[in-house]
């Protein structure tokens, strides 16, 4: 199921911006985290949206964790409850997760060109900390972080 929602949601957002869609291994591989939490939002029983969070890690080859902070690395909504607010439901539950968990920081990254999430993000009081990297694919991302 979690699957589906990633697949869906990410298929959609990719194709707007003329790309092609993106493989399971992605979310398959963190759903097989041992420190992964993740929640998964459903609308009238069928789910919809799915969103992740971890340690947030000195750099992606120093695994070693930054103390207090958590990394929010995954928000899908499929594409049918885009604009219903369950990005924005699950951005603030990720965001209790990580208080209940002790943390004083959230970050996360996001593709340059996803001015959708941007926004949300900003509205959910993160701010674009300036650091502009490629993830694995060579997307250009954005980090955005935020106290908690």
């Known amino acids: 199921m979690a699957v ?11 194709a707007a911006d003329g790309l ?3 493989t399971a291994d992605r979310i398959e ?9 993740f929640l998964l ?3 009238d029983e069928v789910a919809v949206g799915l969103g992740h969070w971890g340690p947030a890690w000195i750099s992606p080859e120093d695994h ?5 902070v958590g990394h929010i690395s995954s928000v899908f ?15 603030r539950e990720l965001l209790d997760d990580q ?5 004083t920081r959230s970050q996360l990254f996001t593709h340059e060109t996803n001015e959708r999430a ?15 990297t490629s993830n694995p694919e060579g997307f250009p991302i954005l980090q955005f972080a935020r106290s908690l």
């Open 99 to 103: 208080r209940r968990c002790g943390l």
């Open 41 to 43: 939002v459903d609308l």
């Open 77 to 91: 909504v499929r594409s049918a409850a885009w604009g219903r607010g369950v990005g924005r439901r699950i951005v």
């Open 29 to 37: 591989e963190r759903l097989r985290a041992p420190d992964a939490r």
């Open 4 to 14: 589906s929602v990633f697949l869906d949601g990410e298929t959609a957002r990719r």
């Open 64 to 68: 070693t964790p930054l103390p207090g």
């Open 20 to 22: 092609t869609g993106p």
């Open 118 to 132: 941007q926004g949300l993000y900003v509205s959910e009081g993160f701010s674009a900390t300036g650091l502009r």
